[in-house]
């Protein structure tokens, strides 16, 4: 027999889930206390990230029903809300969703909904590749350095090329420039390089 679960989050601490539940309610699904699951955490945070929608969706078996105000309850942006609804659509748990008039999300009816979302899903991504690239290019024609930040500056690396000449261990040099051992071989490496011309 299918349970029902429902699943309430707010953002701050001075916001309550009592009217999520209400309105739970009156939809007209009866859900046990035990199967409500509410929690305190922002909607930035991916959905299986989250302590208690993770608890629930390890409670929910086939056949449950998830019941959910909005959509943004299931995750924090199109991309995730696709992945947990599939999570879940995977074990044969139907996602009812108030806020689209009550439609199972894994339903024809969902399934189109879920398509759409989908479209958003991947515009979303494309968007954030878009800009990410372009901030690449922006950054590197403003002379600005990619990458992690060199652990040593060029004087730095001078002396511990130096001191690898002079005949000092790998671990002798990185505790003296309280650097790891990888930090002073990378050194190395770019000394190498620049000595060959690469």
Known sequence: MSRIFAY???STAEQTTENQIAEIEAAGFHVEPRR???ET?????PAMDRPKFARMVDRLDWD???IVTKLDRLGR??????????RLA?????VHCLALGGVDLTSAAGKMTMSVINAVAEFERD?????TQAGLRRAKAEGKRLGRPRALDDQQQADVIAMRKAGHSLTCVAEKMGVSRSAIQRAEKRCASATRGD
Do not use: P
């Open 64 to 66: 449950d029903v998830l």
């Open 77 to 86: 942006n199109a991309m995730d809300v696709r992945t947990t609804v599939e």
């Open 127 to 131: 968007l954030l590749i878009e800009r």
């Open 41 to 45: 955490v922002s909607g930035s945070v």
């Open 90 to 94: 995977e074990n044969n748990v139907r």
């Open 36 to 38: 409500t699951y509410c």
């Open 8 to 10: 309430c989050r707010v």
